[in-house]
Structures are given as C-alpha cells and as structure tokens.
Nanobody, 118 residues
Framework: QLEESGGGLGQPGGSLRLSCSAA????????MGWYRQAPGKERELVAR???????DYADSVRGRFTISRDNTKKTSYLQMGSLKPEDAGDYYC??????????????WGQGTQVTVSS
C-alpha cells in the first residue's frame, strides 16, 4: 500500500513537497515514480527514480522538480519548485516492488491534489 502526502495549495513560483511511503514488509522497491493527471487529460509521468538513484523527468518539470527516495524508509519524495499553474492536478505515486519470493507487482497511491494559484 502506498500513502501520499504533501499536496495542497501552492503559489505560482512557490514550492511543494510530496511524499509517498510504502507500507508492509517482505519486499523491496525497484522503481518509484510520480504521475499527474490534470482535469480532462491523461495521466502523465512527472518523474521516476530507480533503486540505485537514476532519475528521469518530464521535459515540462526538468530543472524545477526533484525526485528522491529513502530506501530504508521505503519512501519517495517529489520536491516541486517554481510552480506553474499547469502543474496543478492529481499526483499519484507508483512503485514496482519485488517480493522476497521473487515475484513483482506494481502499486499506485490514492492520489493527492495539487493546486497552483495565487
């Protein structure tokens, strides 16, 4: 189970930080990611990070957002900076886990809303 926190209202040019924590045991997390979905639009990748820390960003957020993770806490973070109105939407975290018996599964958080407005 993934639990997100940190959404809410941000001002244009301001910042917000999202967190996503995985509950449970007997698994490791391979990749973690953040996606967003604006009203009337498809869900799109914002950023992702591998277990080793390699990152990838959407062009629209590169240089403004930073994804990170704490493997010991099974948590990922999305530091959002220089916010723009078009950053608004529902943000979902994702995680690909591998269980100690070798199988893998993909999980999604319930979503957290981000609003950018002055």
């Amino acid at each position: 189970q993934l639990e997100e926190s940190g959404g809410g209202l941000g001002q244009p040019g301001g910042s917000l930080r999202l967190s996503c924590s995985a509950a449970g045991s007997r698994f490791s997390i391979i990749d973690m990611g953040w996606y967003r979905q604006a009203p009337g639009k498809e869900r799109e990748l914002v950023a992702r990070i591998t277990h080793g820390g390699n990152t990838d960003y959407a062009d629209s957020v590169r240089g403004r957002f930073t994804i990170s993770r704490d493997n010991t806490k099974k948590t990922s973070y999305l530091q959002m900076g220089s916010l723009k109105p078009e950053d608004a939407g529902d943000y979902y975290c994702s995680a690909r886990v591998i269980w100690e018996w070798g199988s893998s599964d993909d999980y999604w958080g319930q979503g957290t809303q981000v609003t950018v407005s002055s």
